[in-house]
């Protein structure tokens, strides 16, 4: 986790503390994996720098659960991490999908990551996290915000 928050912190520095494209941040979190079983794919979104921090560590525990857990976990199955725009209300929406992985477990109990995740994504950047698991895999579909920093008020023109 510390790791994850010290890259994201070295892409903001480099980028000046300014927007971040999204496909940098995913692929940054997945740099240490190089996995044919990986795929990602997604229009160019530009991030604000506040969302890029809690962003990555949301990234990271998705992979470490699918490392220990899931997907990764074993020689078969896939990860596709994609994402579209929201031009309608602004910000993005992230899907996170394994496929082919162990089967789901019977009974699915929230843990730290997923404590981390919701914490992150719902209470810091005012988004959406939804669980689906499926009968080929886990499915997280997260949605985040325009880039207006929630803890600033919005402007009038």
């Known amino acids: 986790r510390v790791q994850a928050l010290a890259a994201a912190h070295t892409l903001l520095a480099e980028r000046g503390w300014q927007e971040v494209a999204l496909d940098q941040i995913v692929r940054q ?11 990602i794919e997604g229009p160019e979104v530009m991030v ?35 994402w579209v725009a929201l031009e309608d209300r602004g910000g993005f929406e992230l899907t996170w999908e394994e496929a082919g992985g162990p089967a789901p477990p ?12 919701r914490g992150m994504i719902e ?3 005012r988004g959406t996290v939804r669980r689906n698991w499926t009968e080929t895999g886990l499915i997280v579909t ?8 929630p803890a600033r008020p919005a402007t009038s023109a």
């Open 48 to 82: 604000s720098s506040f969302v890029v921090q809690p962003l990555a560590l949301v990234i990271q525990e998705l992979l470490i659960n699918a490392t220990l857990h899931g997907v990764l976990s074993g020689a078969e199955g896939t990860l596709t991490i994609g």
């Open 106 to 117: 019977e009974i699915q109990r929230p843990g730290f990551g997923t404590a981390i995740t």
């Open 142 to 149: 997260i949605n985040v915000p325009t880039g207006r920093d």
């Open 123 to 125: 209470k810091q950047l």
């Open 29 to 39: 979190q997945l740099n240490l994996l190089s996995s044919h079983r990986i795929a």
